[in-house]
């Protein structure tokens, strides 16, 4: 069974940092390419970034708002993605989840970021 | 102009059938894409439900029942989500999804509502 669990998530002030984590477990993560997206509290989902399988470059594409603030890695070795949020603004208030392939046929449970001096 | 337009609500009855329009921004061929489709509920994350690109390129989710399917209006340049059978359960937020240009790009959403 698929399983992507978030964590990380938390209350920070206007220009600070985080670093989000989403474990993987039950497919092969190493081939998988991962996605991040985002969903501020009553709005509609946000797709906010992805990396590819280390096979297909291992390399991040991101979305407009959040490029040049954020970081996606991975670490095959542990089924772990990560996104890293920089110079965070009020905007980037939301539930985060990471979600798997092209498809995003699976979503973990999301992670709560709240940005507010 | 948003790259896709869905309607925000859309209400039917038990047993009828609902049909979800998704709307891709003039300049965007919706005969080239392949559109996915999730629903959500409150409180959970999007779940998926199948992706329509034609009738020879498309895919049910696991465990996705056979009521929901896809298609596309070429006239209209939209995608649909068709729901049959509706059941209170269907009740939750619909959002459609396409890649375009290298980026994920969600719909609004719907709320649909049955009663």
Same mark, same amino acid.
């Given at each position: 069974?698929?399983?992507?669990?978030?964590?990380?998530?938390?209350?920070?002030?206007?220009?600070?940092?985080? +670093?989000?984590?989403?474990? @993987?477990? #039950?497919? &092969?993560?190493?081939? !998988?390419?991962?996605?991040?997206? =985002?969903?501020?509290?009553?709005?509609?989902?946000?797709?906010?970034? +992805?990396?590819?399988?280390? @096979?297909? #470059?291992? &390399?991040?594409?991101? !979305?407009?708002?959040?490029?040049? =603030?954020?970081?996606?890695?991975?670490?095959?070795?542990?089924?772990?993605?990560?996104?890293?949020?920089?110079?965070?603004? &009020?905007?980037?208030? !939301?539930?985060?989840?990471?979600?798997?392939?092209?498809?995003?046929?699976?979503?973990?449970?999301?992670?709560?970021?709240?940005?507010?001096? | 102009?948003?790259?896709?337009?869905?309607?925000?609500?859309?209400?039917?009855?038990?047993?009828?059938?609902?049909?979800?329009?998704?709307?891709?921004?003039?300049?965007?061929?919706?005969?080239?894409?392949?559109?996915?489709?999730?629903?959500?509920?409150?409180?959970?994350?999007?779940?998926?439900?199948?992706?329509?690109?034609?009738?020879?390129?498309?895919?049910?989710?696991?465990?996705?029942?056979?009521?929901?399917?896809?298609?596309?209006?070429?006239?209209?340049?939209?995608?649909?989500?068709?729901?049959?059978?509706?059941?209170?359960?269907?009740?939750?937020?619909?959002?459609?999804?396409?890649?375009?240009?290298?980026?994920?790009?969600?719909?609004?959403?719907?709320?649909?509502?049955?009663?």
């Amino acid at each position: 069974e698929v399983q992507l669990v978030e964590s990380g998530g938390g209350l920070v002030k206007p220009g600070g940092s985080l +670093r989000l984590s989403c474990a @993987a477990s #039950g497919f &092969t993560f190493i081939n !998988a390419w991962m996605n991040w997206v =985002r969903q501020a509290p009553g709005k509609g989902l946000e797709w906010v970034g +992805r990396i590819r399988s280390k @096979a297909n #470059g291992g &390399t991040a594409d991101y !979305a407009a708002p959040v490029e040049g =603030r954020s970081i996606i890695s991975r670490d095959d070795s542990k089924n772990m993605l990560y996104l890293q949020l920089n110079s965070l603004k &009020t905007e980037d208030t !939301a539930v985060y989840y990471c979600a798997t392939d092209d498809s995003h046929d699976h979503w973990g449970q999301g992670t709560l970021v709240t940005v507010s001096s | 102009q948003a790259v896709l337009t869905q309607p925000s609500s859309l209400s039917a009855s038990p047993g009828a059938s609902a049909s979800l329009t998704c709307t891709l921004r003039s300049g965007i061929n919706v005969g080239i894409y392949r559109i996915y489709w999730y629903q959500q509920k409150p409180g959970s994350p999007p779940q998926y439900l199948l992706r329509y690109k034609s009738d020879s390129d498309k895919q049910q989710g696991s465990g996705v029942p056979s009521r929901f399917s896809g298609s596309k209006d070429a006239s209209a340049n939209a995608g649909i989500l068709l729901i049959s059978g509706l059941q209170s359960e269907d009740e939750a937020d619909y959002y459609c999804m396409i890649w375009h240009s290298s980026a994920s790009v969600f719909g609004g959403g719907t709320k649909l509502t049955v009663l």
